[in-house]
């Protein structure tokens, strides 16, 4: 039964990249069960069911009279410049104030190579949607971001954490984690906070890309359970972050890892 009672997010207008499955799907969905509005971002022909998918279970949700649950979701390269602006404007059309409350980074790349077999185009790709896709998208939003905008980048605990294999990937955590500092520098005058979370291990498509070795040895020194993080454990922190209650935290890199690693 639909409610009149307002959400913590009611109001918001959200855009989450790579939602369209794993990580970034449930935090869309947790994002619109707070009452946000939510652009999902995706990247490949092959995902548009899914993501339509997505957006139907969005607009299916049993609240608010008030505010009715909105989502759409749009197509689009991060990998080239051009698509940004094309994103913030179909993502305006969720908000009757042209507003867009909060950017969720959550599309990355993650290639496993050795130094060895790393190519120019090996760093071009990752560097390229890892990092310099949230520095445009959020170059776009800014005409568009009032006060007490949430500014959210996903993370890994790979970014303070060397693993054999992956440093294209982890390098790119890392500076990830350093535009979230001077963003947080940057912005906060009108109460915009930006944070990063550092996932450890979480249940999605992408572990299963991480060395069994590196896996394994993860899961046994993850003092909460001894086990590998769910979806939820990290969109409850994402939820948080966007809402009011984390008004006073910018520029933290948030550790969801069940403390496999601890800072």
């Not at 970034?24 to 339509?52: H, P």
């Not at 197509?75 to 059309?93: C, G």
Request: aromatic share 4%; hydrophobic share 40%; net charge neutral.
């Amino acid at each position: 039964m639909a409610s009149s009672t307002p959400l913590p997010l009611e109001g918001k207008v959200a855009i989450v990249t790579g939602g369209s499955r794993g990580l970034g799907a449930d935090m869309a969905v947790a994002l619109a069960k707070a009452g946000a509005k939510v652009a999902i971002i995706y990247a490949s022909e092959s995902s548009t069911s899914t993501a339509s998918n997505i957006v139907k279970q969005i607009n299916s949700l049993p609240h608010n009279l008030n505010n009715p649950p909105a989502s759409l979701s749009i197509q689009a390269d991060l990998r080239n410049p051009t698509s940004f602006p094309e994103i913030i404007k179909k993502s305006l059309s969720l908000s009757p104030t042209q507003n867009i409350n909060i950017i969720v980074n959550n599309a990355a790349v993650q290639i496993g190579l050795p130094i060895s077999e790393i190519t120019e185009n090996d760093f071009s790709d990752t560097y390229t949607l890892n990092i310099l896709a949230p520095i445009l998208l959020l170059k776009a939003a800014l005409p568009f971001l009032p006060a007490n905008s949430r500014i959210i980048n996903i993370s890994s605990v790979g970014g303070r954490s060397g693993f054999a294999g992956l440093s294209l990937y982890c390098s790119s955590k890392a500076a990830l984690e350093g535009l979230t500092r001077s963003w947080a520098a940057e912005l906060g005058e009108n109460g915009t906070t930006v944070n990063a979370i550092a996932c450890g291990p979480i249940q999605t498509d992408m572990l299963d890309t991480i060395p069994e070795k590196i896996k394994g040895r993860q899961k046994e020194d993850t003092p909460v359970e001894r086990r590998f993080g769910t979806k939820d454990e990290v969109s409850d922190v994402v939820v948080w972050l966007a809402g009011e209650g984390s008004r006073w935290v910018s520029g933290q890199t948030l550790n969801v890892s069940g403390g496999w690693t601890m800072y």
